[in-house]
């Protein structure tokens, strides 16, 4: 590629103490932890609302917040105050009321107890009120572009948007942004993928479908239960008969989600393979097939799912959903070990239970892996902490951790609470002059658990 090169003086748009980059659930929780802490907090999202997969990417529910055993919620703190404000005004159904099998647990049979069905409105309003409440300031369409570097230490970071190019700086910075993008341009080194080959996580663009007949799916679905593998959606039978008409798409069951609205589902059903998250081209390509996938699967699902007769289509997300590109270099990476031996170290700031959920791309109904061996695991702070470069945290799926234990701590309620973690570690960092690096754990810790959070026995 030939290059030219560009030179500008650019405004400083604002002095803050903490930035966060993105505000999807992770953004979301620690825009709102810094700023309770006593932090003046910036947020900023390239996208018109907050919530990021959760909210444009239509994702859904929000994956088990139980133990291992489904007899304990652990995942509480930011979560759970959440929860409550969007089930006060009718957008949640609480994670205690729904079971494995049932038409909002997807008909899971395994892994997904205690999954929570919320409406995306609700998200968005309930979490852009509460980052306002908290004191924070958000700003929406608002790319990141680039940063700023003295020595090791990100003096500003570059944005743009409708006013131009500004600057704004900040103390202490956390990356929020899934792909890890202000890591990666501030040369924190990372991982894409899987290490041995570079594979991740398939794509899917998720799509709304209303006026199913859930009384007559389930009884459908109960009487093929026999032939839903232990970790999979059903339909599996279908997919199988009609396999001609079914076509391309590289996925073997359905995995659909009633909301809290009768006879709404979101579907979690368009795969599509080999798309590397960090490149505009792949995400366009992903964006196109999906649509193409989406309209598909709804034709074929209306056409031949008993409870689909009269089924209506209420449209595709507005972006494309990536499950997996970067896993930054922390202080400490977590691993696929750490989470089958259900490890919680001292500096845990999170405990959870979420599977091993790969989509696997050789197995059209993907791998999966449930925890055996305790209740839950730990994430350890340092997972948090970017390497290198002295004032920056990573939270959401993009924090320390190998592919495979990154499988199980990027479902939604984890992003939330790696925020509140990332937040208040950042706020605490301001108030005692040190670097992110440098926080007392334990005091860390103490607080998280004042402010809600569950961090183990
Ligand atoms: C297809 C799919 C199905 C899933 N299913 C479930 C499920 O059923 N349950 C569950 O709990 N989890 C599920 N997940 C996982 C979960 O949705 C994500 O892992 C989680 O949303 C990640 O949160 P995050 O805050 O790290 O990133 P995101 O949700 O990706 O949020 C990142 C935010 O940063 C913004 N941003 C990114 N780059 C920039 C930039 N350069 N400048 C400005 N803003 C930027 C984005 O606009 C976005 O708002 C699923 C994910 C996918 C993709």
């Given at each position: 590629m030939s290059k030219v090169q560009y030179s500008k003086e650019l405004p400083i748009y604002r002095d803050v103490d903490v930035l966060v980059v993105g505000a999807g659930p992770a953004g979301i929780g620690a825009a709102i932890c810094a700023a309770r802490n006593g932090a003046k907090t910036l947020v900023f999202d390239s996208a018109g609302c907050v919530g990021g997969q959760a909210t444009n990417g239509l994702v859904g529910p929000f994956m088990t917040v139980y133990d291992a055993k489904s007899e304990k919620q652990i995942i509480k703190g930011i979560f759970e105050e959440i929860v409550d404000r969007m089930i006060e005004m009718g957008g949640a159904i609480h994670p205690s009321e729904v079971r494995s099998g049932s038409s909002r647990a997807g008909f899971y049979l395994i892994g997904h107890d205690h999954v929570g069905p919320f409406d995306h409105e609700a998200l968005k309003i309930v979490a852009s009120d509460m980052i306002l409440e908290a004191g924070a300031e958000l700003?929406?369409?608002?790319q990141f572009v680039d940063v700023l570097m003295e020595d090791d230490k990100i003096a500003g970071v570059i944005i743009a948007n409708k006013n131009g190019m500004s600057v704004i700086r900040a103390k202490i910075i956390i990356d929020c942004t899934g792909d890890a993008d202000v890591a990666a341009r501030?040369?924190?080194k990372y991982e894409l993928g899987r290490v041995e080959d570079g594979n991740m996580q398939p794509a899917t663009l998720f799509f709304r479908v209303c006026n199913v007949d859930t009384e007559r799916l389930t009884a459908h679905i109960k009487e093929h239960e026999h032939e839903i593998r232990p970790f999979y959606g059903p339909f599996s039978w279908l997919i199988r008969e009609k396999q001609e008409e079914w076509g391309d798409v590289p996925r073997a069951e359905v995995c659909l989600f009633e909301s809290p609205e009768p006879g709404e589902y979101r579907m979690n059903v368009t795969r599509i393979l080999d798309i590397d998250g960090t490149k505009a081209e792949d995400l366009t390509r992903a964006e196109l097939e999906g649509l193409k996938q989406a309209h598909k699967?709804?034709?074929?699902?209306?056409k031949y799912a008993?409870?689909?007769e009269n089924?209506?289509?209420?449209g595709t997300a507005s972006t494309i959903g990536i499950r997996e590109t970067r896993h930054i270099e922390g202080l400490y990476?977590?691993?696929?070990?750490?989470v089958k031996n259900c490890r919680v170290p001292e500096d845990t700031i999170a405990v959870m239970a979420t599977n091993m959920d790969t989509h696997n791309k050789n197995d059209p109904g993907g791998t999966y892996y449930t925890l055996e061996n305790g209740p839950y695991f730990g994430v350890p702070y340092p997972c948090l902490v970017a390497k290198g470069v002295n004032n920056l945290l990573v939270a959401g799926r993009a924090i320390s951790a190998d592919a495979m234990a990154g499988a199980a701590i990027r479902m939604?309620?984890?992003?939330?609470?790696?925020?509140?973690a990332a937040g208040t570690a950042a706020a605490h960092a301001?108030?005692?002059n040190k670097l992110p690096a440098e926080v007392d754990v334990k005091k860390l810790r103490e607080t998280l658990k004042e402010q809600g959070a569950y961090l183990g026995d």
């Amino acid at each position: 590629m030939s290059k030219v090169q560009y030179s500008k003086e650019l405004p400083i748009y604002r002095d803050v103490d903490v930035l966060v980059v993105g505000a999807g659930p992770a953004g979301i929780g620690a825009a709102i932890c810094a700023a309770r802490n006593g932090a003046k907090t910036l947020v900023f999202d390239s996208a018109g609302c907050v919530g990021g997969q959760a909210t444009n990417g239509l994702v859904g529910p929000f994956m088990t917040v139980y133990d291992a055993k489904s007899e304990k919620q652990i995942i509480k703190g930011i979560f759970e105050e959440i929860v409550d404000r969007m089930i006060e005004m009718g957008g949640a159904i609480h994670p205690s009321e729904v079971r494995s099998g049932s038409s909002r647990a997807g008909f899971y049979l395994i892994g997904h107890d205690h999954v929570g069905p919320f409406d995306h409105e609700a998200l968005k309003i309930v979490a852009s009120d509460m980052i306002l409440e908290a004191g924070a300031e958000l700003l929406l369409h608002t790319q990141f572009v680039d940063v700023l570097m003295e020595d090791d230490k990100i003096a500003g970071v570059i944005i743009a948007n409708k006013n131009g190019m500004s600057v704004i700086r900040a103390k202490i910075i956390i990356d929020c942004t899934g792909d890890a993008d202000v890591a990666a341009r501030s040369g924190v080194k990372y991982e894409l993928g899987r290490v041995e080959d570079g594979n991740m996580q398939p794509a899917t663009l998720f799509f709304r479908v209303c006026n199913v007949d859930t009384e007559r799916l389930t009884a459908h679905i109960k009487e093929h239960e026999h032939e839903i593998r232990p970790f999979y959606g059903p339909f599996s039978w279908l997919i199988r008969e009609k396999q001609e008409e079914w076509g391309d798409v590289p996925r073997a069951e359905v995995c659909l989600f009633e909301s809290p609205e009768p006879g709404e589902y979101r579907m979690n059903v368009t795969r599509i393979l080999d798309i590397d998250g960090t490149k505009a081209e792949d995400l366009t390509r992903a964006e196109l097939e999906g649509l193409k996938q989406a309209h598909k699967v709804f034709n074929f699902m209306k056409k031949y799912a008993v409870g689909f007769e009269n089924a209506k289509f209420m449209g595709t997300a507005s972006t494309i959903g990536i499950r997996e590109t970067r896993h930054i270099e922390g202080l400490y990476k977590l691993t696929v070990d750490d989470v089958k031996n259900c490890r919680v170290p001292e500096d845990t700031i999170a405990v959870m239970a979420t599977n091993m959920d790969t989509h696997n791309k050789n197995d059209p109904g993907g791998t999966y892996y449930t925890l055996e061996n305790g209740p839950y695991f730990g994430v350890p702070y340092p997972c948090l902490v970017a390497k290198g470069v002295n004032n920056l945290l990573v939270a959401g799926r993009a924090i320390s951790a190998d592919a495979m234990a990154g499988a199980a701590i990027r479902m939604i309620p984890c992003c939330l609470v790696f925020g509140q973690a990332a937040g208040t570690a950042a706020a605490h960092a301001i108030k005692d002059n040190k670097l992110p690096a440098e926080v007392d754990v334990k005091k860390l810790r103490e607080t998280l658990k004042e402010q809600g959070a569950y961090l183990g026995d």
